[in-house]
């Protein structure tokens, strides 16, 4: 079967079978052409309560269909491939944010949305990388500390640590995307020649000397 043939086959199945098909924007564009919705992992769990079907098919990586699954617990949630996950996610468990807790009782804990369920059940709250700067700013305020224990991404931690002035215990030190992570000074230095009038954005999950040469460091 051709591509198309396949795509058509699945969206007959969709209305045949009550399912609204979500796909995050790194999905390949032969997934996104078939997908109800596009966006960011917790944009789309929200977009999910807006729908109107029994069943909710999320074409992203694991945690991403936990969080739909939370946000919409009178649907039946389901992951195309059970064995998709972020790495990223994976560097921070329950049991090493408990021995961050142990080890650092008075600090509040905040864990990046991109983390398992299991992980946030033991935080205080939950941030997005767009928002991460003013929820420490407002727990650390709640807590009354000069520091937080954050996870899972250290180079998120940097940069809220950076913009906000309150310390930002990685958990763990070494948590990263390395998809982010990749890209170099020496990237950056290459696209600028490339493009000499183009803008530079980049992701705060980027290095920090990545970030300190970008034009702009946003969310997706």
């Given at each position: 079967m051709s591509v198309k043939q396949i795509q058509e086959e699945i969206l007959t199945l969709k209305k045949e079978q009550?399912?609204?098909?979500?796909?995050?924007?790194?999905?390949?564009i032969e997934i996104q052409e078939i997908a109800d919705n596009l966006g960011g992992s917790l944009g789309l769990s929200r977009l999910a309560n807006k729908a109107d079907t029994n069943y909710i098919i999320f074409a992203g990586v694991d945690f991403m269909a936990e969080t739909a699954s939370i946000l919409n617990q009178n649907k039946k949630v389901l992951i195309p491939n059970p064995e998709s996950c972020c790495p990223m996610a994976a560097y921070l468990t329950p049991d090493k944010v408990k021995k961050f807790k142990a080890n650092n009782p008075n600090l509040p804990v905040v864990v990046y949305v991109n983390s398992t369920a299991a992980v946030k059940a033991e935080s205080d709250i939950c941030c997005t990388s767009a928002n991460a700067i003013d929820i420490v700013k407002r727990i650390s305020s709640e807590f009354n500390t000069k520091a937080v224990l954050f996870g899972p991404d250290a180079n998120l931690a940097d940069y809220v640590e950076q913009k906000s002035g309150i310390k930002c215990i990685k958990m763990p030190e070494e948590g990263n995307c390395y998809v982010h992570s990749q890209l170099t000074i020496d990237?950056?230095?290459?696209?600028?020649?490339?493009?000499?009038?183009?803008?530079?954005?980049?992701?705060?999950?980027?290095?920090?000397?990545v970030r300190e040469l970008a034009d702009f460091v946003g969310s997706t």
């Open positions: 009550d399912v609204v098909i979500l796909a995050h924007y790194y999905q390949p990237d950056i230095e290459k696209i600028r020649f490339a493009y000499p009038k183009g803008e530079v954005l980049v992701h705060p999950e980027c290095i920090r000397e």
